[in-house]
């Protein structure tokens, strides 16, 4: 058995994702496995291109990734063991994958280890394809808010510059006839 897995499924522009080959139930006889490829694929408008230095290889094996855009083999990987053959559960490789910064909306997306298959250096075993399903989520532009807030204001008289004295209002009296 292969098994995919994501270090997260929710991620932001500008994250970083690792995910992890494993293998499992190991039933290739007394030598065990000693390689496993297979060819990744995924969204080229959300992540940034996979290199070589993007893979890690893991537990005694050794991975090379052909990242080369102009020909069919481009996404390929293969890992191998030439110590031992592996019999036990463990882990092959991990692969980091980083969100581009101009990921244009919110979008679900899929990244799948295509054909993925072992060998005993006799017997060839495809497991399949392994995915992991992801979602990236765009923040949404603040929306520029216009708030009308009243605070408590303090009205203080203005002195009258032509006499130097302050415009008083009061009470005058005054006196109305009608006739």
């Known amino acids: 058995k292969a098994e995919l897995s994501a270090s997260s499924t929710s991620l932001k522009p500008g994250d ?9 139930d190991i039933n290739m006889g007394d ?8 060819t990744i ?4 408008n959300v992540f940034e291109a996979i290199t070589q230095s993007s893979i890690t290889s893991e537990s005694g094996w050794s991975t090379t990734y052909n990242g080369e855009t102009s020909n069919s083999l481009n996404g ?34 899929q990244i ?4 993925v298959t072992s060998n005993d250096g006799v017997d060839l075993v495809n497991v399949g394809t392994k995915s992991v399903k992801l979602k990236v989520t765009v923040p949404e532009e603040p929306k ?11 009205v203080k008289p203005t002195e009258n510059k032509a006499t130097g004295t302050i ?13």
């Open 144 to 154: 520029n808010e216009i708030k009308n807030e009243v605070k408590n204001l303090e």
């Open 31 to 38: 030598d065990g496995i000693n390689a496993v490829e297979g």
């Open 76 to 109: 390929k990987f293969l890992a191998v063991n030439l110590s031992a053959g592996t019999k036990e559960d463990t882990t092959i490789l991990t692969v980091k994958l980083k969100v581009k910064q101009d990921v244009a909306k919110t979008t679900e997306t």
């Open 112 to 115: 799948d280890f295509v054909d």
């Open 41 to 44: 694929k995924y969204d080229t």
């Open 167 to 179: 415009p008083q209002t009061g009470v005058t009296p005054a006196m109305f006839i009608t006739i």
């Open 16 to 24: 970083e994702v690792t995910l992890t080959l494993k293998v499992s």
